[in-house]
């Protein structure tokens, strides 16, 4: 091991991970997941209303200990700013952006995927214009990265980075390599399912949001404490795409459709409302 | 205020920004929504700690505001900035110490008799999901003691969301996420 790569590591760990948690095995972080999981299902069986976001304290992912919020959010009513967001458009993202494989001189290495779909608000309506950022491992588990210390191979053609403006109807379409799964530390032989980040944004700047996107049928789901922070199943199926052989080319590239619904904007009942006085 | 019409399709879930968006989301003056050369840019920054009080540098930090006249803008060129065009919105990964540092202008307020803030957001690795909150310009007493948002909140809470300004004009805002003196983080209608 280099002595980069060993500062590297104490470095990471000296900010977020207590060095004892990599000793963790799997049977304990799943005993753990199985036990948040089950409470919330009792929670839901006397009346609860169904989470649809991810626990922010969620101790089975161990960096999240000493990073939530122990106090609730506090609930408040949207102003001016927050009912607007920043625009995006042709000045800022090129078209040729939403396809990874061509960013460098010659063809990445992988299976060529096609992951489109539309982003849509809480009401069903189409994000129209706005941006969408994805990011991701090659397909061997690899991040371009100084901290991804992971021993597979860099791609030298492929860099995991697109950007895209949605459409008129909320559409968007990225050309990418599937990624791999990859190895971390949260505890020993732990292993994130195959994903690609996502970031949008939405009309509201309140609507802001980073998420993963998952692959249909993954072995790893059960296992990975990001994932399973999600408590409910209907809501942990909402990041997982789907196989859309109308999104596969013949003899190019299969296909994956994934929709993303940002939360409700609150700019047009607010204004209404207004109009009512 | 009356209730907030219910949601048609449930929201997808949120998760954790991961340590590996380097390549992906910071870019050319991403913290530079006015040049620094602007007379009337003002630097704002902090650090951002954890529970334990240790600096988070794998964060990644957003705001969002109105121009100095209170407002809104609509343009485009926050990604390939010109160094004219002021967009309202600014990216920032935060150093190797935790610090940060946003080139900005003092909002306006969007409304008269309103407390200027800017909004910002919280991404972090061991962060699984954004949080939002706002920081407020120490200067208009009347206003911050009128706005809604800091008189629902005990005296401690309050000084989490005010701004320091400093001797140079500079505004200070530490990001607290966990532990005494808790960064007072917020939630929205229709959120679910």
């Known amino acids: 091991m280099s002595t980069e790569t060993t500062k590297d590591e104490s470095f990471e760990n000296s900010h977020v991970l207590d060095p004892a948690a990599t000793a963790d095995s799997q049977e304990t972080i799943s005993k753990e997941i199985t036990s948040v999981h089950e409470a919330y299902r009792q929670e839901v069986i006397a009346g609860k209303k169904a989470e649809t976001q991810p626990r922010i304290n969620f101790a089975p992912y161990r960096s999240s200990l000493l990073r939530y919020p122990t106090k609730n959010l506090h609930h408040v009513d949207p102003e001016t700013i927050e009912l607007c967001s920043p625009a995006f458009g042709q000045r800022d993202v090129h078209a040729l952006e939403s396809d990874l494989t061509i960013q460098h001189n010659g063809e990445p290495i992988g299976e060529r995927i096609v992951v489109a779909g539309r982003v849509l608000d809480g009401d069903g309506r189409p994000v129209a214009g706005q941006l969408v950022e994805i990011w991701q491992a090659n397909a061997a588990g690899r991040y371009i990265h100084k901290r991804d210390q992971h021993p597979a191979p860099i791609d030298p053609n492929f860099t995991g980075v697109g950007r895209a403006i949605t459409g008129p109807n909320g559409e968007y379409s990225f050309t990418t390599i599937k990624p791999a799964p990859y190895p971390w530390k949260n505890h020993h032989n732990a292993w994130r399912p195959a994903h690609i980040h996502f970031s949008l944004f939405g009309t509201d700047f309140t609507q802001r949001m980073i998420t993963q996107m998952y692959f249909p049928g993954d072995p790893l789901f059960s296992l990975d404490p990001i994932y399973q922070a999600i408590t409910d199943q209907d809501a942990r199926d909402r990041l997982v795409a789907t196989y859309d052989h109308s999104i596969t080319t013949h003899e190019w590239a299969t296909g994956y459709n994934w929709d993303i619904v940002l939360t409700g904007s609150n700019r047009t009942w607010m204004e209404d409302e207004e109009g009512d006085h | ?192």
């Open chain 2, 1 to 192: 205020m009356s209730q907030a019409p219910k949601l048609k399709l449930a929201p997808t879930p949120g998760q954790t920004i991961g340590p590996f968006y380097g390549y992906a989301l910071p870019f050319e003056k991403d913290n530079e929504l006015v040049n620094q050369a602007n007379p009337n840019s003002v630097r704002l920054h902090g650090v951002i700690t954890d529970g334990k009080g240790e600096v988070i540098p794998d964060s990644l930090l957003e705001i969002w505001q109105a121009d100095e006249n209170g407002n809104v803008i609509s343009r485009d060129g926050s990604l390939v900035r010109d160094g004219y065009t002021f967009t309202g919105w600014g990216r920032t990964a935060v150093d190797n110490v935790g610090h940060y540092t946003f080139t900005t202008v003092n909002p306006g307020a969007t409304e008269e008799g309103k407390a200027p803030f800017i909004m910002l957001t919280v991404f972090a690795r061991g962060l699984l999901n954004r949080l939002f909150t706002r920081i407020y310009l120490p200067e208009d007493t009347a206003a911050l003691a009128a706005d809604p948002l800091l008189s629902s909140l005990t005296e401690e809470q309050r000084k989490t969301l005010i701004a320091t300004r400093e001797e140079d004009g500079s505004l200070r805002f530490d990001i607290r996420l966990q532990g005494e003196h808790e960064t007072v983080f917020l939630s929205y209608p229709r959120e679910s």
